[in-house]
């Protein structure tokens, strides 16, 4: 693969509450990203280490508690960090035993990437993992804004649907709320186009393949 050329992978972090229900929207959010990304071989190895280390927030730090997934690429390994707010329950490998469920997580993040760790910050620690992506190690990840604006674009559609809801206009979106944000917005913008004679079902069939083209476009490269 000839990395040389542009390709657009800029850091990317997703702000979410630890609850169960994120961890299949995570895993969607993941795998699109490697798909524009050209990094289709890494995604299952990928998406099982955000699997496991966001249940381990879930399990050992709790419940809605504010995390961060966050993505970028650290020379030819792709490098995936959780980031919470609690810096005593650190993740550690251990010996499960046989039909015991505790300690699993980190033992399959151990198995599957290429290395791991934690480090400890003023406010929070991160844990993370990165995975080799066989990419040479010249490859120059350079920075095209494909999604620039996106989250205050939903934040401000979510603060205009519920008025009433406070801070709902600077908060961080769970993934969850930001796919109904978003499933709202293109239903609104169907509507409007139906009532100004456009036909709604071209207007989205031309958007995907739009959206596919680009996809495919940056995966060639």
């Known amino acids: ?98 039909g015991s469920e505790a300690g699993r997580g980190v033992a399959l993040v151990d198995a599957v990437a290429d290395r791991w760790g934690v480090e400890l910050r003023a406010d929070r620690k991160v844990t993370w993992c990165e995975l080799d992506t066989s990419l040479p190690s010249t490859c120059v990840h350079t920075v095209r804004p494909m999604t620039t604006g996106v989250d205050e674009l939903l934040n401000n559609y979510r603060a205009k649907k519920a008025p009433n809801v406070t801070g709902a206009e600077s908060e961080p979106l769970a993934l969850t709320a930001a796919e109904e944000a978003a499933i709202d917005i293109i239903a609104d913008l169907l509507r409007w186009m139906q009532a100004h004679g456009r036909d709604a079902d071209d207007v989205l069939d031309r958007a995907q393949t739009h959206f596919e083209a680009e996809a495919e476009k940056f995966t060639r490269w």
């Not at 709790?62 to 993505?71: F, H, R, Y």
């Open 1 to 98: 693969m000839d990395c040389t050329i542009c390709m657009p992978r800029k850091l990317w972090d997703l702000p979410f509450l630890a609850e169960p229900q994120e961890v299949a929207a995570l895993r969607r959010v993941l795998r699109l990203h490697l798909e524009v990304w050209g990094l289709p071989e890494v995604t299952e190895a990928a998406q099982l280490c955000v699997s496991e280390l966001v249940s381990n927030v879930i399990n050992h730090v709790g419940l809605e508690t504010p995390t961060t997934l966050a993505v970028s690429m650290n020379g030819s390994y792709l490098r995936i960090e959780v980031h919470d707010p609690d810096t005593r329950a650190l993740p550690t490998l251990v010996q499960a035993g046989l």
